[in-house]
Every structure is written in structure tokens, then in C-alpha cells.
């Protein structure tokens, strides 16, 4: 049997050095975008997103015309996780991406600033008999 060596050689492959413009690309999109460059950044911004559970409610009410809702912090109250029941007649005739879609592009800097986000979206019609099927 050959040596191992024979079978499995190793590819050497010549690495192109990075450009200084890429960097600083990276930096500034990085900074436009207010993402984070550290964990200590990362840490920061976490803990002053300034998402709330009001504040959320208030913007779907505008922004929406949402008729109920419903939003519960499963972060434990540091604001970085968010269960959503949203109930709206702008939902009519739209799917659940669609929906979505309209939900998120009305939150699109809450949502930026958060980690999870998970929206529940019925329309009135759809809210009134999913609370008859509920029950009492």
C-alpha cells in the first residue's frame, strides 16, 4: 500500500492579499449600518436598543391601523426577543408572507435593532373566529 503522502497531498493555493479599499469599505459600511465591529459594540447596543413592548405597539397602531395588538417580550425584558399577534383589516387578501412582509417593512428599524421577531397576523374576520374557536 503507498504512503499516505502519495494519496492525499496537500494543494497549495497562492492567497491575494487584501486591498486597503476593502477595508475601508467594510469599515464604513459597517458604520452606516450601525452594525456592530466588536462583541463589546455588539453588548452595547443590545442593551440600549430601545425597543419596547409599547413602543412596538404604538408604531403597528400607526403605521397599520391595527385593530389589536398583542406583543410579549420572551427576552425576559431586555428587549431582544418579541412575540407578535397583530390584527389588521390591511391584511385582507394577502397571504402570510405578504402580511409579513407589510408588518416588517412598518418595523424596519425596530426590527433592525432586535434579535428575534415573530408576528402573528389575522385579519378581523380571522381574529373573531380564531377567539370563538378559543372559546371562553
Request: charged share 20%.
Amino acid at each position: 500500500m503507498p504512503p499516505l503522502t502519495r494519496l492525499f497531498r496537500p494543494t497549495i493555493v497562492p492567497i491575494k492579499p487584501i486591498k486597503a479599499s476593502w477595508l475601508v469599505y467594510s469599515k464604513t459600511f459597517a458604520m452606516s449600518t450601525g452594525a456592530a465591529e466588536t462583541d463589546t459594540q455588539a453588548a452595547n447596543a443590545a442593551s440600549t436598543s430601545g425597543v419596547t413592548v409599547s413602543s412596538l405597539e404604538q408604531t403597528l397602531k400607526e403605521k397599520l391601523g391595527a385593530e389589536h395588538v398583542d406583543i410579549e417580550d420572551m427576552s425576559g425584558g431586555c428587549g431582544q426577543a418579541f412575540n407578535a399577534m397583530i390584527v389588521s383589516q390591511q391584511f385582507d387578501k394577502k397571504n402570510t408572507l405578504a402580511r409579513h412582509r407589510l408588518v416588517n417593512s412598518a418595523l424596519k428599524t425596530e426590527i433592525a435593532a432586535i434579535h428575534a421577531w415573530t408576528p402573528k397576523c389575522f385579519t378581523p374576520e380571522e381574529w373573531v373566529k380564531k377567539q370563538k374557536e378559543a372559546g371562553p
